[in-house]
């Protein structure tokens, strides 16, 4: 991986208008080679206007899809344009932008084909609610139990996908839960997959539509949905994934 490798930061973002130009210019700061793409899911507020406003790419799905289908529709961009390098982030400003170079960094000199930005390796870093804790620790259990691979934060949507990683996403990426999902998908086709410690802000604006009854329901799901890909046989890289 070279240093004029191209790169894509990908903003999934359905109604993030208040705090999408925020993240946006702090990106473009940190990241000032990168190309800036703003998946507008079906958002019904200023999200994509702001993004155009802006001068970033705007992909408009035509209703709210969910952020796997977001996710995905950023990395066919991504291989459609020629981009090397992607990294996923959120649009709500909880991600530090300075991390987005980090995430990069890690890529280009560790080998790995997709860096997890992990908000729990750091001691006294960011902290979640009890139940939240709990269900990443289950779900890091599952995931190592489906492909021996270790993940601290499962849940972490803030990651960059190296070109082993976009190619092989961008056909079989999943939909549902696509964090803890692809992990497993990507360790099994034979990728390297590690963690990287970042921070982690509130919410810049809005709030989370998770509570904890929906986080205990939404690993169940989970779990049944790793314990599926498990009882299938497991994905091999595609010739031009390779």
Known sequence: MTDTARVLVVIPAYNEAPSLEGVIRGVRAAVPEATVAVVNDGSTDATGAVGERLGAVVLHLSHNMGIGVAEQTGLQFA?????DLVVRADGDGQHEATDVSRLVDTLRTTGADLVIGSRYLTPGGYRTSRPRRLASAVLNVAVRAACGASITDPTSGFRAFGPRAIRLCARLHPFDYPEPESVVLLVRAGLHVRELPVTMHPRQSGRSSISVA??????????????????????????ECG
């Open 214 to 239: 929906r986080s205990v329901y939404y690993m169940v799901k989970v779990l049944l949905a790793i314990g599926v890909g498990v009882l299938r046989r497991g994905p091999s890289l595609p010739p």
């Open 79 to 83: 291989l459609r344009a020629g981009y």
